[in-house]
């Protein structure tokens, strides 16, 4: 009998740490910064074309829930989980937009990510502050890469919903695979792999994960880029400034 009580016993712990840990994450995700009305302008203007912005600009309640959200940023606990910080990045980048729309290009305002500040957390950030200094360095994963958005066309596409810290592991998974698998983010040629600057911008990111950025590529397209032998040469690719506007050509 004793076996059997033993094996129960294990299975008994195993199952109040997984109960622990999903605790945790309902937790998490209760103190977390309300996404909701994020959730709500992300359904009404974002899409696989990009952002509508003329929609967003014209939609007096989505610009109030922008404006809602953007205002909780403000006072949002710095302690707060990754997902948090995510959405409150790309809604900064949003907000930033639209007030300022019809644009271009966010190249065409001085300063756009380095200069102007923006209230997150009790202190004025710019954004380049929020993604190096607190995304990049608190969190260390190479995945936020796919998940920030910068407001280009040659950014990985604005997620179309608010990031939940509960789910976050397999959504920032589906961001590599969708960016990984895409010919506009990685293409194959004849005798090397043109890649988004955005995966030279932030080499060491990927690196510091895999033994390599060709290796860190493969874990997300596996089928895709498994024939490439180590030596592959990766070059940088192009990249396309313009406004990520759904409206555009």
Same mark, same amino acid.
Request: hydrophobic share 40%.
């Given at each position: 009998?004793?076996?059997?009580?033993?094996? !129960?016993?294990?299975?008994?712990?195993?199952?109040?740490?997984?109960?622990?840990?999903?605790?945790?994450?309902?937790?998490?995700?209760? &103190?977390?910064?309300?996404a909701?009305?994020w959730? &709500?302008?992300l359904?009404?203007c974002?899409?696989?074309?990009?952002?509508?912005?003329?929609?967003? !600009?014209?939609?007096?309640?989505?610009?109030?829930?922008l404006?809602?959200?953007?205002?909780?940023i403000?006072?949002?606990?710095?302690?707060? #989980?990754?997902?948090?910080?995510?959405?409150?990045y790309?809604?900064?980048?949003?907000?930033?937009?639209v007030?300022?729309? #019809?644009?271009?290009?966010?190249?065409?305002?001085?300063?756009?990510?380095?200069?102007?500040?923006?209230r997150?957390?009790?202190?004025?950030?710019?954004l380049?502050?929020i993604?190096?200094?607190?995304?990049?360095?608190?969190?260390?994963?190479?995945?936020v890469?796919?998940?920030?958005?910068?407001a280009?066309?040659?950014? #990985?596409?604005l997620?179309?919903?608010?990031?939940r810290?509960?789910t976050?592991?397999?959504?920032?998974?589906?961001?590599?695979?969708?960016?990984?698998?895409s010919?506009?983010?990685?293409?194959?040629?004849?005798?090397?792999l043109?890649?988004?600057?955005?995966?030279?911008?932030?080499?060491?990111?990927?690196?510091?994960?895999?033994?390599?950025?060709?290796?860190?590529? !493969?874990?997300?397209?596996?089928? &895709?880029?498994?024939?490439?032998?180590?030596?592959?040469?990766?070059v940088?690719?192009?990249?396309?400034?313009?406004?990520?506007?759904?409206?555009?050509?």
């Open positions: 009998m004793r076996p059997a009580i033993e094996h !129960k016993s294990r299975l008994a712990r195993l199952c109040d740490v997984a109960l622990a840990a999903a605790l945790l994450l309902i937790a998490q995700d209760a &103190r977390a910064l309300d909701s009305p959730e &709500r302008v359904s009404r974002a899409g696989q074309r990009g952002v509508n912005y003329a929609k967003l !600009k014209a939609d007096r309640d989505a610009r109030g829930d404006a809602s959200f953007v205002h909780s403000a006072s949002m606990s710095s302690s707060e #989980p990754l997902a948090a910080w995510l959405n409150a790309n809604a900064l980048v949003v907000s930033s937009v007030r300022r729309y #019809p644009l271009r290009s966010v190249m065409d305002i001085p300063g756009f990510f380095n200069k102007e500040r923006h997150i957390a009790g202190e004025r950030r710019t380049d502050e993604e190096h200094d607190i995304i990049r360095k608190r969190f260390r994963d190479a995945r890469h796919m998940a920030l958005n910068c280009a066309r040659s950014c #990985p596409p997620h179309p919903h608010a990031f810290q509960r976050l592991q397999a959504t920032l998974d589906r961001l590599a695979r969708n960016v990984v698998t010919p506009r983010h990685v293409r194959i040629g004849p005798a090397q043109a890649v988004s600057p955005v995966f030279f911008w932030f080499r060491k990111d990927f690196e510091t994960e895999a033994s390599s950025l060709l290796a860190w590529l !493969k874990r997300y397209a596996r089928s &895709r880029l498994a024939g490439l032998p180590q030596s592959t040469p990766i940088k690719g192009d990249y396309d400034w313009r406004l990520n506007d759904a409206r555009g050509p």
